[in-house]
């Protein structure tokens, strides 16, 4: 499966910005899925997954509960991350991931293909 996330740009303090992630070569509906983030300098780290089928499961960081929302369209084949009140710590290359199983949490070993990322810049 390839991802490519998109939706990235610049965006002022308090904006907000919904990254997509288009899935293709194969399906993603019996699969998790997730959002991580990299500063410079910086690890990979989680920002939030979403289970399988319906995805009636998600999962946040402790900095992205309450301001992002990740979604998934199975008929598009696509994993949405919408992300409100933006703050400049928010600033990062975003990735989206396929989990390895259904449902998945916030170690990078439970996914297994990676996109390329879409930088977020949030302006002070």
């Known amino acids: 499966v390839q991802l490519q996330a998109s939706g990235g740009g610049l965006v002022q303090a308090g904006g907000s910005l919904r990254l997509s992630c288009a899935a293709s070569g194969s399906t993603i509906e019996n699969f998790a899925m997730g959002w991580f983030r990299q500063a410079p300098g910086t690890e990979r780290n989680f920002v939030a997954s979403?289970?399988?089928?319906?995805?009636?499961?998600?999962s946040y960081s402790q900095s992205a509960q309450g301001r992002f929302s990740i979604s998934r369209d199975n008929a598009k084949n696509a994993v949405y991350l919408q992300m409100d009140s933006l703050k400049p710590e928010d600033t990062a290359v975003y990735f989206c991931?396929?989990?390895?199983?259904?449902?998945?949490?916030?170690?990078?070993?439970?996914?297994?293909?990676w996109g390329r990322g879409t930088l977020v810049t949030v302006s002070s």
């Open positions: 991931a396929k989990g390895r199983s259904r449902r998945t949490g916030p170690r990078t070993y439970e996914y297994d293909y």
């Open positions: 979403i289970s399988w089928m319906g995805g009636t499961t998600t």
